[in-house]
Nanobody, 130 residues
Framework: QLPLAVSGGGLVQPGGSLRLSCSAS????????IGWFRQAPGKEREEVSC????????YYAGTVKGRFTISRDNAKNTVYLQMNSLKPEDTAIYYC???????????????????????WGEGSQVTVSS
């Protein structure tokens, strides 16, 4: 069983909203950086947003800042990505990854990351289309 489960993708019209969830089993999200990344057809994977469960610091890619919000619910062992004002260019498969070495959010929220993500969840398709 994968330690991470991703859910919440789907088809939405431009301007709409979706919320992705990255749920973990056991202690997979503890003392970690959790990152959301996406990959569109024919394009390289790119960072979207990351959060540290150590200090709560966050990072957003410029393309999503102001529209997406990353958050965590420790009681539910889940990290969320709330996506508002979605655009067709947000269409991609979205992945979450977890890293447990002591590296900053900024270092891990880039592609390729400076460190190594220990786990990846299965991707979730997000399609923004009218």
């Amino acid at each position: 069983q994968l330690p991470l489960a991703v859910s919440g993708g789907g088809l939405v019209q431009p301007g709409g909203s979706l919320r992705l969830s990255c749920s973990a089993s056991g202690s997979a999200l503890e003392n970690a950086v959790i990152g959301w990344f996406r990959q569109a057809p024919g394009k390289e994977r790119e960072e979207v947003s990351c959060i540290s469960s150590r200090d709560g610091s966050t990072y957003y890619a410029g393309t999503v800042k102001g529209r997406f919000t990353i958050s965590r619910d420790n009681a539910k062992n889940t990290v969320y990505l709330q996506m508002n004002s979605l655009k067709p260019e947000d269409t991609a498969i979205y992945y979450c990854g977890v890293e447990h070495t002591n590296i900053t959010v900024q270092a891990m929220c880039r592609w390729p990351p400076i460190g190594t993500y220990d786990y990846w969840g299965e991707g979730s398709q997000v399609t923004v289309s009218s």
